[in-house]
Every structure is written in structure tokens, then in C-alpha cells.
């Protein structure tokens, strides 16, 4: 393995070790917390639609919108300040504090003045800052950066918060329950806050009509922090602001729930300073609040970092609806087995943090951890504002990509079937031109698979391409699914539809077993089959971030299927991430109409299979069974695109038991698993699926799996064998 | 506001293991003896004919807040779906006397409970046009998992206690 693979691979070793367990339960808790919440709303997707416009809108319209909040701030008699960068912030944030003599500030959590650094800034001036919200005040005290964007040290165990205070602060009886741990901090940071001069906070969003900031709280540190001091300092990004209070609503609805799986959290803060609540002035304890002093100051700190450039940057826009809520890091299996100090940057985490990452503090902090996204989706659908989180991370890819450049590259650039420029790593090219290697395995067959399997062979593909040694490498097939289809005759007279079924690259040459099977499927319920030559549809070179070669097959694959479709010929696609390419992201590469007759006429085999059943096909044409008992894992992206169910139906209406598998991913991912640096990863977020496959309730159950790689994986998990569903129902098996 | 309404925020405060009263404005103070232990502080409530009784302090100093187990307000609104109660900030401290106690006591008019958060959004526009334009949306103790387990009372009151007021 490459030195730097290797490092990579201790660095994520060393995390699941020690992180890996307490951050795994919290983020799969929230998950499910998600799951559950959102059942409570009558119109989850509607809600979610509206976000998202209000976030559209906001961002098209913000230089207005800042023009309108800073007049509607300086009439409420406060004052409004853009900050150009972390610098210019930090400079003004002191500069306010140095202006009221402050000794100390007592800060509420904010994701934000973590980017800007600015406890460094205060106290490089001798101004004590006190973190006050506890997740982050542990990490305060332990001196470490946060794991996740909403609950910062959830990395860290209770026993280890205990040995943490016990340590730095030798309380008279040693703390070790959480209640009593709580308390300690309530007591300790409640006597620092009485006597704070300056509070600051965050803002999760500030409103142009009336200047109104909402803060998402559960502790109340951020009500005292801002009601205590009379000075109060807000510090947030430009793309907070959204246009009225009303807008609101759907926002505070979405963040708990989509969150920390909170149907609400304990404070929403709606404040318009400054507040005419009294300040309250443990220096003067005994003149009652409504005596003492309420002249208030409010200093709004806006910070742009290169906010308003993702503003004009097509590809990066969309990070900028991001509410920071967490859903995207909760909901990813990667995150939930090493947590945010392997997936995140200098600052963000999880699926969403690599667009924040690129835009606030570039590329190569992005690029420590992009590679983390595998594309499986999952997050697209937990998004409150449905930001498409695995696109910005493919382009995120695609351009650290092209700006790795070196001497070789104008070689490699002339010697590899894709459309990207030098700058491409071997291992990505590898995999993003998977197809080319099918084709040549296939040819050789079996003496390809023979070769591949030696040990001087994996030794040269780890230290070449980054190909983990330990990981099975697909066996070959002599006989592709084509060459099998073209070699016998159509069986169906008087078709009842007529369909194509697309020979993806994995089908087609090394799992030919379920492709035989869905045409033999297919053909039994009355449906005329055609297996044309058509290319790949360009899911590998995408998920290495090769945009161009990507699209590039888009546009091959459509012509290649045009005219089955002008036929009015069904697509039917076995490999759901197939599939989700001509649903999702072939949106991006080919012309709306194109795109739209592509994905209206294309079908997962199972769902395909379910529609002819509805329609009156015959059941009996298929393998039943008397109540054999499966274990189903679905597919990531199959599951996204609401498809999971139509297996499961199916199964059931011909007499199997399933049970299915609620895994977010089974941690292959396409490439992914192969990759030497994450092969413990990828092992380590499969034991997930593996424990649910070996319960006294399934662990004698047949495995079936509906994606190449979650089949893959399921092999090296488990000693049963694998399959298809439609290997399951396909006559004469 | 029907009784659906009621029942709903009935059910939200169950779910939310937030204890809650019906009583009369006659009654009242004999609910509050009962549910607050000394100190207590409050705020005057906004309702006509409605007094809290003389044992509950309405000029609290900063270390009476400090030291007051229970602090007893008025809101705004309440909202049924989330059993949530909107807490307005005042210049006579409504916000401080909500929050340092052990134990927020908020008073409400059945009348005042709203059905959803739309609901809420509408009257919280209204009222911040209005020049009342801050508040805290209330749901259930201030609580945190910061520390490994859920903890109820992290910075705010470890409990709270709605009060509906019949009409």
C-alpha cells in the first residue's frame, strides 16, 4: 500500500477504535429519531419543498435582502457589519469587546465562530471566552475540535467526560452520572455567565422584514447568553437571512426533527434586538432587574468567506441552503463509523460539510475527506431543503480531480479511454473505466480472473491502484449476458409488452446468473425482451468525480436506447445504480426531454416485475414457494428512489418470508470497498448489516440483495450464498 | 380554538412528561402553592382580573432569580401539535423569570392555545410587526445528552408546569 494510503487507512483505523462506538450510537439514534419525527408531520414533503423555496429565493434575492435587514437592524438600534473574511470579524468582534472594557464572553454554540476561530482572536487580546453550550464546553476544556456539526463532542463516552472534569477541576466527590455531570457544568458555567460582559451566539436564521434571529437550542445557555450581559454580539453567515418571520415556520418544524430526531428543540429563540427584556446584573444583585440598566447594545456579525462566491458558482450554490441541521452526517453509514474528525474539514462535517468546505475554506481542506461520499443518496432524502449533498461531492471530486496535475499526466491523458484531463489519480481512473477492464476480463476469461488472482498480481494492484489485497476481485465471465441472449431465440409469441433489459457492465460480464434469470423472468409473464449493445451508464467514472467521461456516457447510453424507446419498448435496469443515474443524474447531462423519456420509461427489474403483476400478469409463471424464508438487503440509491418496496411485495405475493434488512448502506459502495484506504471502513460499516443477517431470526434465512456491490459485500460478511431477487422467482432456476 | 385543540396540547404535554392544571382565575393560587416551593418569583400576568397571589415575587432582584425555585409567567400562546408554550419577552422580565427557576410555571387562557406551528407563525408575525417582537417558543425543561445520557435542567428549568385558565 502507498504511503499515504496507509496513512489514511491507521488514521480511520485509529478513529473506529476510539470514536467510533459513541459516535455510532448517537448518529444512528438521531437517524432513527428522523425516521420517527417526521411521521408526526402531515406533509413532510411539502414542507421540505417550501424550505427549499423560501432558501432558493432568499439567496437569489440576498444583496436586497442585506440592504433590507441592515436598514430594519439600524431602526431597531442595533448595528449590522459584513465581514469580508474570518479576519475582518474576528477584528471587529475584539474591537466591540475592547470597547466595553469585557474581560469575558460567554459564547452559545456556533458553527460559525468555530470557521472564524475567533475564541483564538479574544484571546490573544486577554478576553476570557467561555464556551457555554456543553457539548461544546467539554470539548473546551479537552482542548478538541468537534466530531458533528449539532452535538460536538459526541465522540466522546460519558466515563470519558468523568475522568475529563474530575481531572481538570478535582470536584470534592468524583462526578460520574451524566445527571451529575450536568449539573457540575450548570453550576460552574452558570456562575461564569452572571458575570460575562459581552454574549455572543450564532443565528440559525435572521429575518430581513423585522430583524428577527431564530436560535435552535435545547440547554437555554443560548437565552441566558443573550438576556444576562447587556451586550450582545450575533455572528453568522450572509446566507442566514430569509425574507419574513413567516418564513420561518417550515424551518422550525424541519431542524429538530431532521436533526437530533427532536420533534422540536427545547427553545426556539425569536429575537429582534435589542431585546427589551431587562438585563440581569449579578454585580448589582440586590436592585431589582427592572431597575437596573437595560440600555443594550447588538452588534450583528455577518461574514461572507467566500460565501458570496458560492453564490455565483453554479455547483456550489446549493450548499448555501444548508441549515446545518445534521441529517446528512446522522444518515451516513461512513459518518456513523468514524464521525467527523475523519469526515470533516477544518471546520464541517459530514455529506454537506464538503460543499462548506470548498467554498469557505478550499479544495484541499474539502479533499481530505470527499472521498469519504460514496454517492449512496441516502442523504438526499433526509435533506430538509433537498440539497442534492452527492453531486456537490462529485464535483468537489471532479475539480481536487483536475487540480492534482503532474508530469506523468499528459501520458496518462493520452492512454486512457475517458474524457479527463491529467490530474486524475491511477486508482480512480481505474475504477472510473471499469468497463473497459470488464471487457478485456471477459475476452480472457478465465485465464483474466486466473492472472488477477495471483499474488503478484494483487500485490502490483495495491501498491499500483490502491486495490486492498484482501478484498475478492470480480471473477470474469467467458460468456457475456449478451453474447448468451444473442445465441438463442426470442421464446414469447404474442407479447403482452415489449421491453429492453440493459446489460449493465457488472451483469453483463460477471454477474450473467441474474440476467439470464430476468430475461427468463421477463419472457415468463409475456414480455418480449431485447439485450441490446449499449454502454455503461457512466455511474463508475462518476463516482470517481469524472464528470466529463460521466456525462459522456450519458449521452452514448441515451442514443444507444433511443430507439427502443421510440418503440415504445420498456427500459428495465437490474443495477439500481444504474437505474438512479437515468432517474437522477442523467438530469444533469442530457436535455430535459431526453432526460424525461429516459427515466419515465425506465424500471427497476423487481418494480418492473410488481407492474406486470398488477396488470394481470400471471403469478404462477414465476418460482413460488411454500413460505421460504429470505433475508433482503435492498440497494442504497434503489431505497432513494422509493423502490424497495416493490421487492419486498413481490417476494410476499409469491409466498416468501422476508425480512429486510434497515441499514442506511452495506458499506461496499461500488469502488469504494476495493480501496485499500477504506477496505476497514468499508468491513467495519458491513458488520451493521452482517449482525442483522445473523440474528436467531434470520441468520438461516437466503440472502438476497439487489445491488452488485451490496451482493459483493454480503459475500465477504457472511458464509451463505448470495443472490439476485430475481434469481429467486425467475422459472426454472 | 375547539376542544380537539385542547386535547391535542393535553396530549403534547403528556408526551412531553409536562404536568399541567386546569383551574379557574379564582383558583389559581391555591394550584400555584401547590405546584411552586419557596422562593418563587414572577411577572404580573397579562390577563384581566387575574392577580398572582403576594407570596409570589414580582420585583425579583438578580439573586433572587439566583436563588428562586420557581418562577411563574404569562404567554403568549401556546401551540397544541408540539405542546409548546410561546414565551414574550418584557420588560418587566418575563424571559429572566422563565428561565432561572427549577420550575417554569406558564399561565395560560384556553383561549390562547393554537392548533400548529402556522398557526403560531401567524400570531408571532402579527405581534413582532406589532413592536412585540421577541419570544422564546417553549417546549417542554431545558434539557441536553451532552453527556452521555439525557439530562433534564442543563442551563434552564429542570421542569415545567402549565397552568390553563378556563373561560
Redesign the interface.
Known sequence: MSKSREAKAAKIRQLIETEGDAVNT?TRGFNEGRYEAVQ?LDDYEGLKADARAIKEDAIERLPDLLDQLRETIEANGGTMYIAEDAADANRYVREVCEDNDAERVVKSKSMTSEEIEVNDELQSADIDVVE????EW?LQVADEAPSHIV?P?IHK???A?ADLFNETFEPEEPLE???E???F??EH??EL??GADVGMTGANFITA??G?MALVT????A??TA??PDTHVAVAGVEKVIP???D??PF??LIGKSG?GQ???????????P????T???S???????EGE?DREFHLVLIDNGRLAMRDDDQLRETLYCIRCSACSNVCANFQHVGGHAFGGETYSGGIGTGWEAGVEGLDSAAEFNDLCTGCSRCTTACPVNIDIPWINTVVRDRVNHGEVSEVDWLVEGLTPDEEPGGVSLQKRFFGNFETAAKVGSAFAPVSNWVAQSSVSRNLMERTLGIDARRELPAFQRETLKDWFDARDSRVQNPTRTAVLYPDVYTNHVQVERGKAAVRALEALGVDVVVPDVRSSGRAPLSQGMIATAEDHAHDVYAGLAEYIDEGRDIVVIEPSDLAMFDSEYEKFLSEKSFERLSEQSFEVMEYVYGLLENGADADALAQTQSEKVAYHSHCQQRTLGLEGHTEAVLAELGYDVATSDVECCGMAGSFGYKSEYYELSMDVGSDLKRQFQTDETHDRTVVASGTSCLEQLDSLLRRPTQHPVELIAPGR | MSTGTVATFEDSLERLEVGWTHTSPSELSAVLREVCADPTVGVELPYDGVELPSWVNTDPTPADLRAAKAGVTGVGIAIADYGSVVVQGTPDGTEPVSLFGDLHVAVLRESDIVSDMADAFEWVGEEFRSGHDSAIIATGPSATADMGALVKGAHGPKDVHVVILDE
Open positions: 448517537s408526526s457555554t453550550d456543553l457539548g467539554v452535538a463532542a463516552s460519558r466515563e467526560i452520572t451524566a445527571e455531570l450536568t449539573m457544568a450548570r458555567l452558570g455567565i452572571e422584514d423585522t428577527t435545547s440547554e437555554g445557555n437565552r441566558k438576556v444576562v419574513s418571520v413567516e420561518l415556520q422550525i418544524e437530533t420533534n422540536i428543540t427545547s427553545y426556539i429563540s425569536l429575537l429582534t434586538p431585546v427589551e427584556s431587562p440581569v446584573d449579578f448589582d444583585p440586590d436592585t431589582p432587574i427592572t437595560t
